[in-house]
């Protein structure tokens, strides 16, 4: 024998409504959201102090949960004199660095110019604690190696965020 329960809505006893943890459910998917962030033009960094490649702003779904954050970005740099095209770049949320690469880059003992297009894949795991608003920025900048950083605008090699949130 089957049974079937049907119910308009399902409150906690203060009348709140309650999360996937109140129920019982824990680990799962809970929102997934995918930022595509080629920029409408390109940026171009030419110094060695950080610039905004790119800012996203993500609102947790869940007062208490895992944020999985993957950035892929097509960067390039250049340098015309020499073979030293490093570069360094990072990702803040809400102004506070959670990963840095130093000296990204391609370095050959020749001479004359070089330049490289590369995809940049980074991940973090971020623990949501208040289901605020976070603010998601990639930046970068030369490092005094490279002449100059660049985030193309180009519809085909397109740049992304993607943050998963996990309960």
């Not at 993957?70 to 340098?79: G, Q, R, V, W």
């Not at 603010?135 to 085909?156: S, Y």
Request: proline share 2%.
């Amino acid at each position: 024998m089957s049974s079937i329960i049907k119910v308009d809505q399902i409150q906690l006893a203060d009348g709140s409504t309650p999360t996937a943890g109140d129920l019982g459910i824990s680990g799962g998917v809970v929102n997934t959201q995918l930022f595509n962030v080629t920029p409408g033009s390109g940026i171009t960094n030419t110094t060695s102090t950080f610039a905004d490649f790119c800012t996203v702003n993500y609102t947790p779904v869940q007062t208490t949960s895992t944020l999985l954050i993957t950035s892929s970005l097509i960067l390039n740099a250049s340098k015309e004199s020499s073979q030293d095209a490093r570069f360094t770049y990072r990702m803040t949320i809400d102004g506070t660095k959670v990963w840095l690469v130093d000296q990204q880059g391609i370095y050959d003992y020749g001479a004359g110019g070089i330049w490289h297009n590369f995809s940049h894949v980074q991940q973090y795991e971020h623990s949501n604690t208040t289901g605020s608003q976070i603010q998601i920025k990639v930046q970068a900048h030369t490092d005094g190696r490279a002449t100059q950083v660049e985030f193309f605008a180009d519809t085909l090699n397109r740049s992304t965020i993607h943050i998963m949130e996990i309960a």
